[in-house]
Every structure is written in C-alpha cells, then in structure tokens.
C-alpha cells in the first residue's frame, strides 16, 4: 500500500544539499540565484529566459465548492488557507510552474505544473509520480493580467508589484482534459501528507479541469496568476490526508488498520476531512459526477535553476 501526502493543497524529501535518492546528495543542488540581479547578467546565466521554474509562495482558496446559504465560504477553505502557508513557508509543500521554452513565433508556451521536494527552493526536485505532462499554452506578449493595478486591486497572493511595472507576458494556461495536476506534500522525515491504497495512483490530491492565467513579470523573475480546478468526490473517497502535518515518526509509521490501513498515523479520509462542501455545478458536469470548484490566485519565485526529477 502506498503512502502519501496531503497538500494542506497540495516528493520523497530531501536533504539540504539533494533528493533522497541521489546517493552523492548533489545531483539538484543548483547554485543561487538573486532574483534582483541584472536582466542581462541572470540571462547569460541561466542560459536566457527559459527554460524557468517557480515555486508558489503564496496560494489563497477563494472558492471551495459552491458558498454556503450565508454567501461565505466552507470553512475548510479558511483551514486549508491557513495550514498551505505554513507548509509553503516550510518546504513541505512546492507547487512548481515550469515554463521550458516557447515557440519560433512567440505565441505559444511549453508549460507544466507539478510537485516538488526539497528542504529550500535551491534542493528542489520534481516527485516523480506527480510529474505532469508538458502542454502547449498560448502566451500573450506584454500583456498584464495579475500584477498591480494599484493597492484596492490586487487579488489576494497575486504579486504586489508597482502600477507602473511592466510585463513579460500573460499565459492562458488550459490543461486538457484527460490530465490530472497532482498536488503532493510531505514532512522532513519523508512522511507524506496524502495517501492511497491504489498502487497506480500518486499519493497526492488530484485536481482535474484545471485553467490558469499566469503573468510573467517582465524580467521573468516571478509570476502571479489565478487558478481554477475541480475536485472530484470520486477523487476523494480514495485518499486518507494528514491535515497539518501526520503524527507518524518515519515511513514505516503506519496505521494497521481501519480505512486508512497502511497509510501514515495520523491520516483520517479525506471525505471526512471534507464533509459538507456543496458540489458545483460546473465541475458536476465536467467530471459527470458529484464535484467541487476550486478557485485560488498565487504568486511564485523562480527557482535557481529547472529542477530534474527527483533520483533522476
């Protein structure tokens, strides 16, 4: 049975210098990077503007499921928005937004979102079974989106950059589909925060139907965006969740029976966890069964370098 974590939404840890799993402790240790350096300095090191990747800093839940009749939202959303700042702050959760290149005219972007693992952003690495596909998303030029328009407009964990600053570009991120973006987390004993019995499943929170608007800062040094998901019941009655953080002291720490059998101590059902979220009707028909919306702005960093995946 595997074990997983729980994205709190949202690797194998490593340690500081590396991934478990590379047995020099060097392979993803990437040299650091100032985010304030020089454009043209920062391009003839990393080689030009992409490949990129970026780690979420911030994430806010807007939206989980339909508002309650009081118009306020589940108070999950508000746990969730509490504990996912905790674990970003303290590695246990890296969402990841690659951007790997983009075409000869300009127009389109190589995109990915996944999950990483790594003790600071220099050691990061990409958890292999939430590695997601790569997908071409198109990209405006100059066009700004997310940052500042000025202080009475700036969503929530979007960038707060200056009205006058100016963009990269906009990207209009819309992941097919027939794929699911793996939201996985773990703790610094490598106990993660969300499991499955299925062996063929990642032990990570799927989210399907999944859009975004990204904007690019324009020295391509940060990104801010929204992101819109579903999360399907059906997902759901198949992961047992750490919420905060599994009581579990290693991998081997495990519950021996009960639903969640084999998962870290501490898991409960997630359906449990999630008990009374009112299902959308969107997401209801995308998925042809029972779903809930989730909508969240963000903003991330680029990382010093592209991580691999992790043991890779």
């Not at 959760?93 to 003790?119: F, M, P």
């Not at 030029?141 to 979007?158: F, H, M, N, Q, S």
């Not at 499991?195 to 801010?224: F, N, Q």
């Amino acid at each position: 049975m595997k074990r997983l974590f729980a994205a709190s939404v949202l690797a194998l840890v490593t340690s500081s210098l590396g991934c478990a799993g590379d047995p020099d402790e060097s392979k993803n240790r990437f040299p650091q990077w100032d985010a304030q350096l020089d454009a043209a300095v920062r391009d003839a090191f990393m080689g030009g503007a992409f490949p990129a990747a970026y780690r979420f800093e911030c994430i806010n839940i807007n939206k989980l499921g339909e508002p309650l009749p009081s118009g306020k939202p589940p108070f999950q959303a508000e746990v969730l928005n509490r504990l996912w700042l905790t674990d970003i702050t303290d590695h246990k959760l890296n969402i990841l937004i690659g951007i790997e290149s983009l075409d000869d005219t300009g127009s389109k972007a190589q995109v990915y979102i996944g999950s990483g693992v790594g003790l600071d952003d220099a050691s990061q690495c990409r958890e292999p079974t939430t590695d997601g596909t790569r997908f071409e998303a198109p990209i405006a030029i100059g066009e700004k989106r997310y940052l500042a328009d000025g202080a009475d407009t700036v969503p929530a964990c979007t960038l707060d950059a200056g009205a006058d600053d100016k963009a990269f570009g906009t990207v209009a991120v819309d992941v097919p589909s027939t794929d699911a973006i793996y939201i996985y987390a773990q703790n610094d004993k490598n106990v993660t925060f969300n499991c499955t019995a299925d062996p063929e499943l990642p032990d990570a929170v799927p989210l399907r139907y999944v859009s975004a608007v990204v904007t690019v800062t324009e020295d391509t040094g940060a990104l801010a965006g929204e992101l819109t998901a579903c999360l399907t019941k059906a997902d759901i009655l198949t992961l047992c969740s750490c919420i905060g953080d599994c009581t579990a002291e290693s991998v081997d720490d495990v519950l021996m029976t009960g639903g969640c059998a084999g998962c870290p101590r501490g898991s409960a059902p997630l359906t449990a966890q999630l008990s009374g979220l009112r299902a959308s009707p969107r997401c209801n028909e995308l998925a042809g069964g029972e779903a809930y919306e989730l909508k969240a702005t963000f903003h991330a960093r680029r990382l010093p370098g592209t991580p691999e995946v992790c043991g890779g």
